[in-house]
Every structure is written in C-alpha cells, then in structure tokens.
C-alpha cells in the first residue's frame, strides 16, 4: 500500500505542478496583453508630439502634384506630394521662403513632402 501512495503522491504533485505552470502562462499572457495595449496609447501620445509645431501655412495652387504655391512662394516637389488647395502645412525642415531644401507636414493628411523652393509668385 505504500507504493500505492507514493505514486498517488507524485501523481498529485505532478498535476498540481501543471496546474500551477497554465495559472502561471495565463497570468503572463494576460500581462503582456496589458503591457501591449498600454503601449500603443503611449506611442499614440508619442507620435502626436512629432507633430511639428510652428507657424501654419496654406497651400494656394497647383500645378499635377509637382508644383505648389505656399503662401506667396513657389516650391518645386522633390518627391510626389498628395497636396490639395487649401491643405494647412507647417515646416518641417528649412524655413518658409528662405530656404532652398525644405520638409513640409500636411496636417491634414499628416504627410511629410520634400520641395524646393523656385521662387517668389510676383502677381
């Protein structure tokens, strides 16, 4: 009978081991589910500070994507930009008017657009 018992022991001992190991996977799961969707919110907050600030300037013509017209300057798009009259933009790199290399952020679309600046719009 003590052999018996001894087994019945270590059987008992081995299922409350499994038990204790899928509380323990459970609970870890249910940790990095929390830690998961907490991050998100923070990057959310993260990336909403990336968000240039600064003066906002519109975008009055343009010519199929190529050229706009940015509050009295012309700029030349050195990659496609997706802009539309009326877009609100704010730069990113280089400065209004001055510099030849800019980076715009459409804060409509939330894009970012590299243009060149060709010169004053004399109307």
């Given at each position: 009978?003590?052999?018996?018992?001894?087994i019945?022991?270590?059987?008992?001992?081995?299922?409350?081991?499994?038990?204790?190991?899928?509380?323990s996977?459970?609970?870890?799961?249910?940790?990095?589910?929390?830690?998961?969707l907490?991050?998100n919110?923070?990057?959310?907050?993260?990336?909403?500070?990336?968000?240039?600030?600064?003066?906002?300037?519109?975008?009055?013509?343009?010519?199929?994507?190529?050229?706009?017209?940015?509050?009295?300057?012309?700029?030349?798009?050195?990659?496609?930009?997706?802009?539309?009259?009326?877009?609100?933009?704010?730069?990113?790199?280089?400065?209004?008017?001055?510099?030849?290399?800019?980076?715009?952020?459409?804060?409509?679309?939330?894009?970012?657009?590299?243009?060149?600046?060709?010169?004053?719009?004399?109307?």
């Amino acid at each position: 009978m003590t052999v018996n018992k001894n087994i019945l022991n270590k059987i008992s001992l081995a299922g409350a081991t499994v038990t204790m190991s899928l509380k323990s996977t459970f609970m870890i799961s249910a940790l990095l589910l929390i830690s998961v969707l907490s991050t998100n919110a923070a990057h959310s907050a993260w990336f909403e500070r990336l968000i240039p600030q600064g003066e906002t300037y519109t975008v009055r013509e343009i010519d199929r994507d190529l050229a706009f017209v940015i509050d009295g300057f012309i700029y030349d798009a050195r990659t496609s930009c997706f802009l539309a009259v009326g877009d609100r933009v704010v730069f990113f790199e280089g400065r209004h008017g001055i510099d030849y290399r800019a980076t715009i952020y459409d804060l409509d679309s939330r894009e970012r657009c590299n243009l060149l600046l060709r010169g004053r719009l004399y109307e």
